[in-house]
């Protein structure tokens, strides 16, 4: 059993690899700036463009509250507020991230961008905000390597960790993933259909042809999927303009298609650069994204 999960795996590997040089669409990031109008999430595998939303505005990490409403699970302390969650630092440069209380919780595993040495999103402060929604969080901080080789092995160990959390349900586990980290949630959710409930892809990279050969194995996929991007998320690398407008809808419309449940959202213009607005938990994205967990991940 065993030699034919790892043969599987390595197929599997081979398919979403192909040529394993730099990863295009995902360089070099930094902190992002402030976010101003917020988008609509679409329902029903309807894509929104820009709209109005009701509850937006900036949040921090322990601000989420203002975020995506009222917390969901947890313990709560003195005075109704929920207690604050217990937040592991691992060697390896990952978090884990438990709610107060006894649990079961839902889990989500959170998938950052960036290659090589550049980490493009917040390991530490995404991991806060979902515990404080209730969640069993891990960030999975991956070799700093700029092939995709071994890359989905470090997610798939993260999502492995994450399931063995003595306090998680692993009836609702969850997993999001911001440019190669979006690649990679795709690919996971591909690999581990039957362990996965539901999934965010913010923005995902193209790797040098790798989503485009992802795309082909979409048939495997069993949770629903919100696909996130923001109108102005156009990267130049060097001649080449690496558009994620288009990338998001590919992946979107290869979901639709293949009659999955999936949701899209394109978001206003952030700043100058729409990729920087994954790089923080911040509206609209989040709001968004916990609410779609809440609602296919909470009891």
Known sequence: MKRTVALLLMAMSLIFLGACGDDD?????????????????????????????????EINAGGVEAAGGAPTGGETGE?????????????????????????????????HGGRGTAVGGDLEGTCRAFAERGYIARSQKRPEENSLM????????????????????????????????????????????DQLHAAVICAPAPANGALERTLMNVDAVSAPVHV????????????????????????????????????????????????????????PWWSDAVSFFDRHLQP
């Open 150 to 193: 071994g890359q989905l092995d470090s997610a798939l160990e993260g999502l492995d960790a994450l399931r063995t959390e003595p306090t998680v349900d692993v009836d609702r586990i969850g997993v999001i993933g911001f440019s190669r980290g979006g690649l990679l949630t795709l690919q996971t959710l591909i690999t581990r259909a």
């Open 79 to 111: 005075g109704g507020a929920m207690a604050p969650p217990n937040i592991e630092a691992l060697d390896n440069g990952s978090y884990v991230c438990r709610p107060a209380g006894e649990g079961p919780f839902p889990g989500v595993l959170y998938n």
């Open 228 to 283: 996130m991007v923001s109108e102005n998320d156009q990267q130049s690398m060097g001649d080449d303009v690496v558009d994620h407008v288009a990338l998001s809808t590919s992946v979107y419309d290869a979901l639709d298609s293949a009659g999955k449940v999936v949701e899209f959202s394109i978001y206003p213009p952030f700043e100058t650069d729409g990729h920087r607005l994954f790089f923080e938990v911040r509206n």
């Open 25 to 57: 669409g995902d360089g070099p990031t930094a902190a992002g700036g402030e976010q101003g109008a917020g988008g609509q999430m679409a329902t029903g595998g309807e894509m929104a463009v820009g709209g109005e939303r009701d509850a937006g505005g």
